[in-house]
């Protein structure tokens, strides 16, 4: 029985969808793909005589019919998802009804816009001493986010901070997180990450709903929050010549 692939794309680049991912988009019958959030670029690789979906008008159960029938047909299918589809991929759904008809799934990861976001700021998550934890969420919208999860609620780890789908509720954002994070914490938005229409906004806690506003960002952004965005930080000890470890003995 042919078989359906759920291929993440990446954060927009039609460069970063890996190696795997693209000889996958080349060599499938079928290609559904989330046209509102994947750039078409990214699946011109396709063969000729591929056929096309853009989900993005598409429902679930409309999604669903196009891959049974394809596979009845013992053709191929590639799912294609923004960024990484293992983060609100909307995967399950699919899935599971497809594996319960007996047709092989399987998940190629992508790059996801949150790490994307810290690429273009040019930082990382996790710095000694000032951040060993990364958490990943959003706020309440359409979507209901359960009650141990609300933001105050994960903002009392004053952990790193990457919030998803939340761009256009900035001040409620802002609010949650100021109830444990000091005013001073900085805080970026970066729209559309690794897009040609990429931006960038950096500031703090007490300011970013502010640029957010003035710059009238709503969607396709993350918010990013968290000391890891500051100067302050200790050097790993991974390339410290006073540390001993499998491959390197200490110079000291």
Request: hydrophobic residues 40%.
């Amino acid at each position: 029985m042919s078989k359906v692939y759920f291929v993440g794309a990446g954060p927009g680049d039609p460069e970063l969808i890996t190696v795997k991912g693209r000889k996958i988009v080349e060599k499938v019958d079928v290609v559904i793909y989330a046209g509102s959030l994947v750039p078409i670029e990214v699946v011109n690789c396709r063969k000729d005589k591929a056929k096309i979906y853009n989900s993005a008008s598409m429902t679930l159960d409309e999604v669903l019919k196009v891959i049974e029938k394809s596979v009845a047909e013992e053709k191929t299918v590639a799912r294609i998802h923004t960024g990484d589809p293992s983060i609100y991929g909307a995967i399950r759904e699919q899935i599971d009804p497809l594996e319960e008809l007996g047709i092989e799934c399987e998940v190629i990861p992508g790059v996801s816009s949150f790490t994307a976001s810290a690429a273009a700021l040019k930082k990382e998550f996790t710095l000694p001493d000032v951040s060993q934890t990364v958490i990943c969420t959003r706020v309440a919208g359409r979507t209901s986010v359960p009650e141990d999860e609300d933001l105050d609620k994960l903002a009392s780890h004053k952990a790193s901070m990457a919030i998803f789908l939340s761009v256009g509720m900035i001040n409620e954002v802002v609010k949650k997180l100021k109830k444990h994070y000091p005013g001073s914490t900085p805080a970026a938005v970066v729209q559309r990450a690794s897009w040609p229409e990429q931006e960038i906004l950096i500031g703090t806690l007490d300011d970013i709903a502010q640029k957010v506003e003035k710059e009238k960002i709503t969607k396709t952004a993350q918010i990013l929050v968290g000391n890891f965005l500051g100067n302050e930080y200790k050097k790993s000890k991974l390339y410290d010549e006073k540390f001993t470890h499998e491959y390197r003995k200490s110079k000291r």
